[in-house]
């Protein structure tokens, strides 16, 4: 089985280089070879054609979730010492078993895959360079070397809490994407995050769903600091990870906060991009953006999310109004 990396990790006197760490696994995942894209360069903003079905996923209908069951007031799997307190990894899981967190999905194209959560009613939060690649990062923060700037896939299916070949909540129709306003310009691990907007599903009944209905949602904190604590969850796909289960891990020693770019030690890798880092309250604080490779383990980098995250979300919803 081969995995093909579209990002890559390199090292630079002596000393691990930082690489963004999505859009990969397309033979893993049994996808075709990358399409030309369309989407607007100007605006940055992808407008993805529909999307098939995710080979190899069998996939259930998608039903109205219990409010009694949304998972918002979980921040992950129950705290333990040990392995998950270094950084390492864990099927992540809701705090009360080892279920998936639906909110938290895997983001498919025919470049590969990255991970995003659902924060309200029809987005989902995911990492920018996801979406479209830079001509180059001005403060050097992310490798972006042998990637074709400009726009990743034409279209992207979005597969809340993926488990294995299952799709339990039904995959989903991304009918805009949109990244941050500087990442064209800085590729910057700062401003590496996107939104995108989840096209709702008609029942056979013909009730209008939306994706927060079936899997709930997730709160964003665009006012945090440093943290004590964080876990970041998503889909890596390389050494150990298949691509197919969501994992976790926290850190609770290695945390730092700089120029706007969270750090902590872990070691989910490539496929994990887009994903969440929850702090001790539950609440989204960053995305998996890049790591670095260490010796003895991994860091991660995210954006530090801040008003611009909110700006972007009132633009795609102002864009959802004006269809």
């Given at each position: ?8 990790t390199?090292r630079?006197?002596?000393r691990?280089?930082t ?6 696994v ?7 070879e990358?399409?030309?894209t369309?989407?607007t ?14 080979p ?22 129950k705290?333990?010492?040990g392995?998950r ?7 992540s ?5 080892d ?6 999905g895997?983001?498919?194209?025919k470049?590969?895959?990255?991970s995003g ?8 939060l995911?990492?920018a ?9 001005v403060?050097?923060s992310?490798?972006l070397?042998?990637l ?14 993926r488990t294995?070949?299952k799709?339990?909540?039904g ?14 310009k800085?590729?910057?691990?700062s401003?590496d ?6 096209a709702?599903k ?6 209008t769903?939306?994706i927060q ?10 006012t945090?600091?440093?943290?004590a604590?964080?876990?970041?969850v998503?889909?890596p796909a ?8 969501q994992?976790?891990?926290t850190d609770?020693?290695?945390?730092r906060?700089?120029?706007?770019i ?16 929850f702090?001790k ?25 801040d ?5 972007l979300?009132?633009a795609v919803?102002a864009d959802d109004?004006?269809?």
């Amino acid at each position: 089985m081969t995995i093909t990396r579209s990002l890559h990790t390199s090292r630079r006197a002596g000393r691990a280089a930082t690489a963004a760490v999505g859009l990969l696994v397309a033979a893993l995942l049994g996808l075709a070879e990358p399409a030309a894209t369309t989407a607007t360069l100007a605006t940055a903003t992808a407008n993805p054609a529909p999307s098939p079905a995710a080979p190899g996923l069998t996939s259930d209908t998608p039903r109205k979730r219990d409010p009694r069951d949304d998972d918002e007031r979980d921040s992950g799997k129950k705290d333990t010492k040990g392995e998950r307190e270094r950084g390492r990894t864990d099927e992540s899981g809701t705090g009360e078993s080892d279920d998936a967190l639906a909110a938290v999905g895997q983001l498919l194209s025919k470049s590969g895959a990255c991970s995003g959560t659902v924060i309200s009613r029809q987005l989902v939060l995911t990492a920018a360079h996801c979406i479209f690649i830079p001509q180059r990062s001005v403060d050097n923060s992310l490798d972006l070397r042998g990637l074709k700037p400009g726009p990743v896939a034409k279209e992207y299916t979005f597969v809340p809490g993926r488990t294995g070949t299952k799709a339990p909540h039904g995959q989903w129709q991304v009918a805009e994407a949109r990244v941050s306003p500087a990442w064209p310009k800085t590729g910057s691990a700062s401003d590496d995050f996107a939104i995108l907007r989840i096209a709702p599903k008609v029942t056979e009944d013909g009730e209008t769903i939306h994706i927060q209905d079936v899997v709930g949602s997730r709160s964003v904190d665009v006012t945090a600091g440093k943290q004590a604590a964080l876990t970041a969850v998503g889909y890596p796909a390389e050494g150990q990870f298949d691509g197919t289960t969501q994992q976790s891990c926290t850190d609770r020693r290695g945390i730092r906060l700089q120029d706007g770019i969270h750090s902590m030690r872990c070691d989910l890798n490539g496929g994990a991009s887009g994903g969440p880092w929850f702090n001790k309250n539950g609440r989204i604080v960053s995305v998996t953006s890049s790591v670095n490779a260490g010796e003895d383990r991994n860091e991660i980098t995210g954006p530090q999310l801040d008003d611009t995250l909110k700006k972007l979300i009132a633009a795609v919803n102002a864009d959802d109004r004006n269809e």
